[in-house]
Nanobody, 124 residues
Framework: QVQLVESGGGLVQAGDSLRLSCAAS????????MGWFRQAPGKEREFVAA????????LYADSVKGRFTISRDNAKSTLYLQMNSLKPDDTAVYYC?????????????????WGQGTQVTVSS
């Protein structure tokens, strides 16, 4: 089993930055590929970013490319999402997710473990 706990969400203004963190436990972090997803009110959960086991490869949704950066610190068993130039459309609950394996993955069903989510609200 893998336990994931997100933190770092909050209320910010458009153009501001936030950094989300996801602390993992229960399994060797470096054996997991990781991802960030988000779900806005009334919408389906959607892919945001993914990172390979060693951080060497990343993948982003077009909507966040160039503004968000996913990273990980395997020594600290922690995943990050640096979010810059935030827009009101980025308002959502953000979830980190983990899957066994090393490669990148954008499909929700490929992730076996999920955190409880952290709310990000961007005002205009």
């Amino acid at each position: 089993q893998v336990q994931l706990v997100e933190s770092g969400g909050g209320l910010v203004q458009a153009g501001d930055s936030l950094r989300l963190s996801c602390a993992a436990s229960g399994r060797t972090f470096s054996s997991l590929a990781m991802g960030w997803f988000r779900q806005a009110p009334g919408k389906e959960r959607e892919f945001v970013a993914a990172i390979s086991w060693n951080g060497g490869n990343t993948l982003y949704a077009d909507s966040v490319k160039g503004r968000f950066t996913i990273s990980r610190d395997n020594a600290k068993s922690t995943l990050y999402l640096q979010m810059n130039s935030l827009k009101p459309d980025d308002t959502a609950v953000y979830y980190c997710a983990a899957r066994g394996g090393t490669g990148l993955e954008y499909r929700i069903l490929q992730y076996a473990y999920w955190g409880q989510g952290t709310q990000v609200t961007v005002s205009s």
